[in-house]
């Protein structure tokens, strides 16, 4: 019962059976290979963005510190949430990939941002001695479970145009907003007027493959550059090629991201029907929640693994409701779903449903 | 017949089975997996060190960069050889890791660094003007396919202790130098007076995993920090675990050296006996020669695959002698190689080996 | 009548003499003359400081991104107000000189850093996923021309040590700061917790010098080493030392701080007694006031500079009070003051007083 | 009887003059005052280059690590000499401000780079493995005392844009080589392929000025940016305004240029005359000689100031000819000459010239 993190699942299994099949033989090292073509060609067809710049990495970071890389220079202002990943969880390596720019961390309620916000803090710049206006980043789906409709990105790249900058997308939970919103990839990004995208697919069932995707092709030379020079261009970019390939063959990203957001949809149902309501709706597949202290006692001790915001656990109120985080993963499936809410239930627990 | 790069090569079916056997339902993230915490004591065992800090990362530059980023400050000097793949072929990864140390690059006959060349160039510096001493880099098995001597390892060391600063180990083709002196991890390195490694896997026989070994503990979360920070912090860490736990088991990354070695002597040797000795003594798994334009024209037209470093191949005396790179990997067997030898020799060519 | 800033102001004779002293013959160079020598010597005795590293610079955002760089890491965060100039008005430096440190610009009533807010910023570090804690970093006076009290500062540095980090005081304004509280250098620095210093000079009289200086004499020569790489070594050192020395003598410092002050009260006075309370009361060299539309149309037109930080100037309602900054440097004298303020109340204008 | 460095030397008293005429009551700060504008326009004048971007900067290497960092990319390398000052003096400073490009130091007879060893050091680059083709940078007069004839100068330029990138003159003693060739400041860069020049002052009589100078306007703002975040622009603008002003008035920078070469080749040609041939013809206000160790006994014995850069002096071959290093700043006349020649050659000595 891991709702930890979607980084804490498995591969595919159709992704590992394209490892095996990618690994036979020898190959051009440094993505000259076959399999890496072909990623990129269904990237730029998932995206209808032809000319598209398409660069793998491993790491989810590392898409977006290049990203924001490419698009910012070394004294300019970076405009993104408070609680943005590339702010929180990244060790500074936006900061270290850029040379230096410097993160304007704005408040947004459920971690989006808004153009009330943004719009006063770009004004504020422009002077030599300060810092300048640079890319927007936004995340879809945020760090707070919510998805950015698309009038609303439109309205935030607006902004961003008006003021001469970029946006990047970083779309490590990109499969799981798209499918939220039920529209193309397109039309969550250039249509919307986003410029770059961190192209998840790690969170979402890969052993380690995202996509930089900038689509004015001018930045390919130079964002390839900057890979290499940041240790992330792999001599066997087959095996990234080869995930990537099968992640988006037949569907399988979307059909992986529909799995997680309706495990989460049960979930969250579940725990509604014991009393438990998000702190705010989840719109993909994650949820922040408040249960007892005594439920959370019961979970934990049937070993449930999950972040738990608020404590003790150990001591205190066995009613005091604290906060935790529940993430699913696409092979997170409903039989784990029921055994969590029955534990939470104080109900009789059914048997374990298999790997999962 | 590609003797391109090791790069080339495939995964063992050893590590791809490893691979499948981690893929088993949900697992810590960022490293707290099992499959990491058995790569890194095998590491550990294998080098006698069980204090040295150890941490995976996928990329051979990204080894060396994290390596040399903690031993040097930015406002140092890097000692390495004007061949080195840190000065020659990372982009700058180095400069970039490092903050802007400069790679001070010095002629070395045969890609290996002498006392002769480096102590003055350490001792020219000091002053507040120039850059200050920083590491020394040697790289074993190095760049051209030579190996360092035990004794020409502790000569260095020693002269790098002497001013004050620390020794790093590029071993991209650490295995290779290894099994053709014979000796233990420990001794071609802290024994020898090495302070940090990349101790490489990806050249041989891995999809993609290297560890950076640096021997004194206290620089073990530095180190740890700087990998987040350049994001070559794993989320799936497992999967880079498995490969490392299964490449130090049962010896199987000395028997993947050990292949490729012999398959490059057999190379050389048949080259040999065709008239076209090596420009120097090959010691590893590399070597280069210089072959008829002829000869080179044969071989191309057969898909013979590897680096000419002279030219033009299409056009000049057929006899003229044109300098070549001929690299082996673990999976190149001696068939490729009689193929190989047969049409530089201009005989009947035997039938293909199978996938190599 | 210019109110615009301190930077506005002219060179004391005293220190001009001093430029002209130094002036003779020949001196070695890079700072290794006397008169840098007596003027670290004279910050030290001002300082009760006698091995504390002690380097010469031109710009007070110099002094204030090597001190930094000097107390972070590249991984950390440092911790300052959201109004704080290494924050807003050094165009990303203090970032560029740290290899990449981020700023967490906190909420800060008046300018200045409260326990409150620090602690939590503090405590939610941690983790190899975000920043690291870094240094805490203060203004003093403030840039809203507040001062901290030593109990104050006291407080925020036993927190940072809490933490096991260390505080660096931006003395931009340090002795207008000094002379408000009537304490010793020693008491608002080292004794009150204070790790790093940047003391300035420049807006208090001198040409352009600043002086970094951090009481742990083992960072000297790391600070030295990057003031070289950051270009702040001057060759002619003299012309700095021969400033600094004149300021720490017989005073000078002091009694320009002391005029500073003394002006900025006369100007608040004044303009409370017209009706024109500060916007907070201001205890160093500048105030922060509304006063009407038709005011400053009064007072712009007949030449006075100032910020106006709200607008328009030119139309609406001649009552509506605009916010502004006004600040007074050491050469700005009651004369100046009284016109200013017969402008302002619409009186007749008494004749100028003179170059300033 | 200072040889050491033109930065030993005093500022020209008209010089001094000019900052006291600028020192009158308050100045727009931060480079917005008329003394910059005039320096500014005078340099433009100078270099018969109305458009180009022109910034002051307080030291040569400042001008250097801003005119390459505008010119190279992070990933780039800088071909330069392996005696280049950007190599060699500036403890890293080119790497950091340019966010760690590689000074590809090449080999150069008397400081002077040539065709045959910069083709092919170019030509080598280009793969995404490596450094990517960045600027060239030249000295101009060299770290040798030697300058560029003018169809040198055109050759390298020619051949950087051959390969498409810039050029950088490195112009520390640029008035110096000016007038040893007699040409105009448009000659010896635009009109020659040059693309940025650091215009040094401060060796040549001014207190600490140098200008930043880069022919293509469109750079004007981001060096402006650069200038700023590297903490080198100047709260106080108008001292170094002035000083700038003052040296292109009525070609005073001319003038102490001609001066100091005139006193140089007085001692070169004394020294020949006592048999002390220098060790290659020098064109500047520099010359490497090698004189006896007696002679160099006498010379330290009577206080005589420059760098001996063999020994040791105390012991060995009175006749032992080592190697030292001569420089004329504008304020070393001829009565100075000759008392370091009559010691020299052991005759009476002359009293002694004044300051100087």
């Avoid at 609680?83 to 060790?91: F, K, M, N, P, Q």
């Avoid at 087959?238 to 992640?247: K, S």
Wanted: net charge negative; glycine share 8%.
């Amino acid at each position: 019962m891991n709702f930890a993190s979607d980084n804490a699942g498995p591969v595919h299994p159709r992704v590992i059976s394209a490892l095996i099949d990618a690994n036979e033989g020898h190959a051009p090292a440094y993505g000259a290979d076959r399999w890496t073509a072909d990623a990129v060609e269904r990237i730029r067809d998932a995206f209808e963005a032809p000319e598209a710049a398409v660069h793998l990495v491993a790491t989810g970071t590392a898409a977006n510190a290049l990203a924001l890389a490419t698009l910012a220079r070394p004294w300019d202002a970076i405009f993104c949430t408070a609680v943005a990943h590339i702010h929180e969880d990244e060790c500074n390596a936006p900061e270290a990939f850029s040379g230096g720019a410097k993160l304007l961390a704005l408040p947004a309620p459920q971690a989006k941002l808004t153009p009330e916000v943004l719009r006063p803090a770009m004004a504020a710049l422009g002077s030599v001695h300060g810092p300048q206006r640079g890319p927007v980043s936004i995340t879809q789906a945020t760090e707070k479970g919510t998805v950015y409709a698309l009038d609303e990105i439109r309205t935030l790249t607006a902004l961003a145009r008006e003021f001469g900058v970029r946006t990047h997308l970083d779309g490590a939970r990109f499969a799981n907003a798209l499918v939220h919103l039920g529209c193309t990839p397109a039309e969550m990004t250039w249509k919307a007027g986003i410029d770059a995208v961190s192209f998840g697919g790690t969170k979402n069932g890969l052993m380690g493959v995202e996509a930089v995707v900038i689509f004015d092709p001018a930045q390919s030379w130079e964002l390839e550059l900057r890979r290499k020079r940041a240790a992330h261009l792999f001599s066997k970019g087959r095996y990234l090629g080869a995930q990537m390939a099968a992640y988006l063959t037949d569907g399988l990203w979307l059909d992986m991201a529909r799995a997680a957001n309706a495990s989460l949809s049960l979930l969250v149902e579940g725990l509604r029907a014991l009393g438990h309501a998000p702190e705010w709706e989840p719109e993909a597949n994650l949820v922040f929640v408040r249960l007892p202290r005594a439920t959370h006692q019961r979970l934990r001790a049937a070993g449930a693994t999950y972040h738990l915001w608020e404590g003790p656990l150990d001591a205190g109120d066995p009613e005091e409701p604290l906060l935790c985080r529940l993430v699913c993963d696409w092979s997170v499936g409903p039989g784990t779903v029921d055994r969590f809410l029955a534990i939470a239930a104080g109900r009789p627990v059914p048997s374990a449903p298999g790997p999962c």
